[in-house]
């Protein structure tokens, strides 16, 4: 069992720039599919990056091109670093892993193993 915990929320203006943080524990993450989703209030969770065990990453059309998720797999980090905030990125923003073959964006939210969340917010 893998434990999650975020870090780096916080409040930003249009257009500015955050990087959330999370950090694994407990069991080996080698070979896991890792990721992040978010949730606003009243919306559905959305899952909005991952990255396989290979390394290869996938984003939600919503964030592509503005986000960047990477892994340090010596030191059991998981980054998203979020360019160019909007409003609608505002909600609580969660990690995950999980064993997955084919690792997705999409697939996060279904992932039973994730951390606390932090809160983002763009005004």
């Known amino acids: 069992h893998v434990q999650l915990v975020e870090s780096g929320g916080g409040s930003v203006q249009a257009g500015g720039s955050l990087r959330v943080s999370c950090a694994l524990s407990?069991?080996?993450?080698?070979?896991?599919?890792m990721g992040w989703f978010r949730q606003a209030p009243g919306k559905e969770r959305e899952g909005i990056a991952s990255i396989s065990k290979d390394d290869v990453p996938t984003y939600a059309t919503s964030v592509e091109g503005r986000f960047r998720i990477s892994k340090d797999t010596a030191k059991n980090t998981l980054d998203l670093q979020m360019d160019n905030l909007q409003p609608e990125d505002t909600a609580m923003y969660y990690c995950?892993?999980?064993?997955?073959?084919?690792?997705?964006?999409?697939?996060?939210?279904?992932?039973?193993?994730r951390g606390q969340g932090t809160q983002v917010t763009v005004s």
């Open positions: 407990g069991d080996t993450t080698e070979g896991l599919c």
């Open positions: 995950a892993a999980g064993e997955l073959i084919m690792c997705s964006a999409f697939a996060m939210p279904s992932f039973a193993n």
